[in-house]
């Protein structure tokens, strides 16, 4: 390893993906089929080479987790990843949906992936499960406000993990996370934490963690952190039900993506 390259060691658990000669963020795009990939200028080239590893396991997991081919984790084409570069102060990661597009921070984004991959479909799905909604809205914000929803079997696994996420078991009242989220909200004079979206990457993000493959460059922080002790992940009863609901959701999806892809190479 070059002398004063980034390195930084991620825990990880999971098969082996990478054969023979190392990846690089061509074979990246290649593989998912990413609409674009952009690294930042302050990235050295040995540091783009040890990332690349880093996120090609990072996604081959999230893959396997959501047990859904390559066309989901790059959203149909649609998606844009950045890396080390469009971010903003005091941000690690965010996604953006005028763009289409996700960015990490060098330093402080790895661990993230899986939040913002989720902001990326929680967009894209937008216009497949409900109509009439405006291009930058986020499906769960609309559907919690009562947009028109699009009936497909698909569409009601999905909103099952919203209300999973942001109601109580009857669905008579809003979700503990929501409560513990509006509590933090309070605390520090914002309303962040509680937005339908940000609860719904959480509790995606704790689904992620609690799977058997484990990659703290993909995800980290819904256990032993003071976010999570402070309740905003999903905990206890809730926590199974969210990770039920999405995994019952993504296998569904999955293999009907799947389905899709033989018939079309048939």
């Known amino acids: ?9 991620f825990y990880r658990n999971g098969p082996e993906h990478i054969q023979g000669e190392p990846v690089d963020f061509v074979q990246i795009r290649r593989r998912f089929d990413f609409r674009s990939i952009e690294i930042g200028r302050w990235v050295t080239r040995a540091e783009r080479d040890v990332a690349a590893g880093y996120f090609y396991n990072a996604l081959c997991d999230l893959m396997l987790i959501l047990q859904a081919p390559e066309s989901l984790i790059s959203l149909r084409g649609s998606l844009s990843l950045q890396y080390g570069t469009g971010g ?9 949906p005028a763009t289409r ?4 921070a060098k330093n402080a984004g790895p661990g993230s992936i899986a939040h913002e991959w989720f902001h990326a479909f929680d967009h894209h799905m937008a216009d497949k499960a409900l109509s009439g909604v405006a291009r930058h809205r986020l499906t769960s914000d609309a559907w919690l406000n009562n947009a028109a929803t699009i009936k497909h079997p ?6 099952q993990c919203f209300e999973a996420v942001l109601l109580s078991e009857d669905g008579s009242q809003p979700s503990p996370l929501f409560y513990a989220s509006a509590q933090m909200d309070e605390q520090q004079g914002i309303v962040y934490f509680s937005r339908p979206e940000e609860l719904c990457a959480r ?3 704790a689904f992620v963690q609690d799977a058997g493959i484990k990659n703290s460059f993909l995800v980290k922080g819904t256990k032993a952190t003071r976010e999570a002790q402070c ?5 206890g009863t809730q926590r199974d039900r969210c990770n039920s609901a999405f995994r019952h959701y993504f296998h569904t999806l999955g293999r009907a993506l799947q389905q899709q892809q033989q018939g079309v190479n048939a």
Request: proline share 8%; hydrophobic share 45%; charged share 5%.
């Open 1 to 9: 390893m070059p002398s004063g390259v980034w390195v930084i060691h």
């Open 88 to 96: 903003r102060p005091g941000v690690s990661a965010h996604y953006q």
């Open 101 to 104: 597009s996700f960015a990490l």
């Open 154 to 159: 698909l569409n009601t696994l999905l909103f």
């Open 203 to 205: 509790a995606f993000e």
């Open 231 to 235: 309740g905003l992940y999903p905990q």
